[in-house]
């Protein structure tokens, strides 16, 4: 096993890597943008409380403002 490969990346992003629609990792913006054009086409956003998609953040936040039960 070669082990000289970790070196390669240790600069850090503010990124924190995770599709907010399915919370997967991804290792880039650009890798979710595309993940998201492929596995979310048309993507929603999902309200964090509830499970409940939204097309748009204006969708979502006029949802935060009510309460959630
Ligand atoms: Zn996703
Ligand atoms: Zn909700």
Redesign the pocket.
Known sequence: MDAGNNDTHTHVLDFNGFCNLCDKHMRSTKAVVGHQNIVHQGAKIK??????RFDNKAE?SD??D?P?R
């Open positions: 309200c964090t409380v509830c499970g409940r979502l949802h935060m009510r959630h």
